[in-house]
């Protein structure tokens, strides 16, 4: 008999991890506060503080192209899309550990200024690259493993929202996914006029450095450990609005209501979509990669966070009700997961 | 101007990792006790205990095929060549994440299977998996990052040995290498008789499964924990002996005079060596992935050690006098660190 052949692409990134997760089983561990699931794994240093530890992969052809990506960029993105994770618990950044697969056709000054993108990003993060490990490879790869220092009490987790709490979200959706269909459609106008083609990025110089250059916001966890606030529940935005509502909505056992009116948009973003004549909730939802913090907050709250860093695009429900869209004319229709896939 | 392009096996690994960590630079971090260079990085947890991290990233058709290797048995040994970095530093390992890059052609069955090797490996180690991150891939590509505990009293480091402490190295050398010989040549010898090829493997069961299969020398560091021992300097020897005794050299300014004579050999390793007519040397002090422990000792506390775990095999000298090896016949000869090249 044949073994079964179930492609990945047939169940996906999500059913995959909850099979992986069934045969992995629980963990006996006293002081391991929260395993696989959320942005970041948890466990305990001493009484009153705790690690997180989280870990990316991203791979050439799937999550980024040379033709388009600085490789000092690329580094840099790598250590942010990481430090979010880690921001995403309410945590701090300390530090990481980089494996690359490096292919032939990438040289040493190459990886250079890979690096040097590291350790910019680093020195802005305050965190250190503690470790690795190198290998051939025929795609460059990249796959960092991050830890990250919080007081337990402080800790955020993607559980926790409570019905009536509002959806929070920093910073604006979509110019990410907007930076990124400026330089794919950029590639193919120079594929199509060679030598005739003249760069036309003057106007989309934000979103395409949102793309190129994200920065994880640990400027509002700083904020917040300040003020002493915590949100009843977070996660960051990096696979887009829906998908990241859909993940806080499914382990806090609640529904939502998002304001596609209230969710904050840059002026090129809108201007992107309009040139490419693609539909701005399309970026604004699925796009990805901004890297922002989506969270929870109980509306008594409010006025402990800065209002320019805070923007209620929703609220929390029973879950009976389901994760739903409110569209500025009123309608309501349900808000699926769809995000970027892997497979 | 066009830029430099210097290929990376000009340089190699050891001295990519060099100009990075030049590029990185020092941190300031007072938690972090150690970064960049040994087997782990290490920071602290509280005053007495101390964590430790440390990565690896294995890749389709550099560390290892799927025409040899069951996709289980890969799991548990990417788990292993872990585990043995943080036994390398007296830890016992905690905690890991697992990134995975997976081809087409991999299967959700496969990965399942990849997984349950995973699982008995942690269970085998008592330690959990937190968390992970999949892609697609054009090579199966395995990222571990691991997290192990330790008293920060009892940390060894490649740093440390002492002009006349004993090399010791526990297990056997070379029995890894020999089994992946024997594979490699069952391989080979598939192809050519195709359907008239009958595999030739019962005599060395032992050491395709050292391949296959290596297990961390965990029993060994609780033992030692036990014992209240500590070795002066230690690491594992997945690269090989010439190359951990140069790097234990290197880091502790010691020169080494090892006895060829005193490292332990199974006797199937000399038969594989003796079947395919090849140096039984190269085996042994080139070969790699026996994921053993190699350590420095005082000649005084000998007695603390179980005698049947422990082998000397030399003697740290003053580092002006090199690091040599002594064959049987008493000739004396440099020993370089060349070992498994990934580049």
Same mark, same amino acid.
């Given at each position: 008999m044949e073994p079964q052949f179930t492609p990945i692409e047939n169940i996906g990134e999500f059913e995959l991890i909850d099979r992986v997760s069934a045969i992995l089983g629980e963990s006996a561990d006293p002081d391991l506060i929260l395993g696989i699931g959320d942005d970041a794994a948890v466990f305990r240093a001493d009484d009153d503080h705790s690690f997180v530890l989280s870990t990316d992969m991203l791979v050439e052809g799937v999550h980024f192209d040379f033709s388009y990506v600085p490789l000092s960029h690329l580094g840099a993105k790598a250590i942010s899309s990481n430090v979010s994770d880690v921001a995403a618990m309410n945590a701090l950044p300390s530090y990481a550990t980089i494996s690359l697969g490096i292919p032939p056709r990438v040289s040493v000054e190459m990886v250079e200024e890979f690096y040097r993108g590291i350790r910019q990003a680093c020195d802005m993060y305050e965190m250190t690259i503690v470790g690795g490990d190198v290998s051939r490879a025929r795609q460059f790869t990249i796959s960092v493993a991050i830890v990250g220092r919080v007081e337990t009490r402080r800790l955020s987790f993607r559980r926790g929202a409570q019905p009536g709490d509002l959806i929070c979200v920093t910073g604006d959706a979509g110019s990410a996914f907007a930076g990124l269909k400026v330089l794919l459609e950029q590639q193919k106008s120079m594929k199509e006029q060679g030598d005739a083609f003249v760069p036309d990025i003057d106007d989309y110089r934000t979103v395409i450095n949102r793309q190129l250059m994200p920065a994880a916001r640990v400027d509002v966890i700083k904020g917040w450990h300040e003020a002493d606030f915590r949100p009843n529940a977070m996660i960051d935005t990096s696979d887009g609005l829906a998908s990241e509502v859909n993940h806080l909505c499914r382990n806090s056992q609640l529904g939502a209501l998002v304001d596609l009116a209230e969710v904050p948009v840059l002026t090129e973003t809108n201007s992107v979509a309009e040139k490419y004549e693609a539909a701005l909730a399309e970026f604004v939802l699925y796009?990805?990669? =901004?890297?922002e913090l989506m969270f929870a907050i109980n509306?008594?709250?409010? =006025?402990?966070?800065?209002p320019s860093a805070t923007h209620v695009i929703g609220t929390f429900t029973a879950q009976s009700e389901g994760v739903r869209l409110r569209f500025p004319n009123s309608q309501v229709v349900p808000l699926e997961a769809k995000g970027f896939k892997h497979f």
């Open positions: 796009g990805g990669e =901004d890297y509306p008594n709250d409010l =006025d402990k966070l800065n």
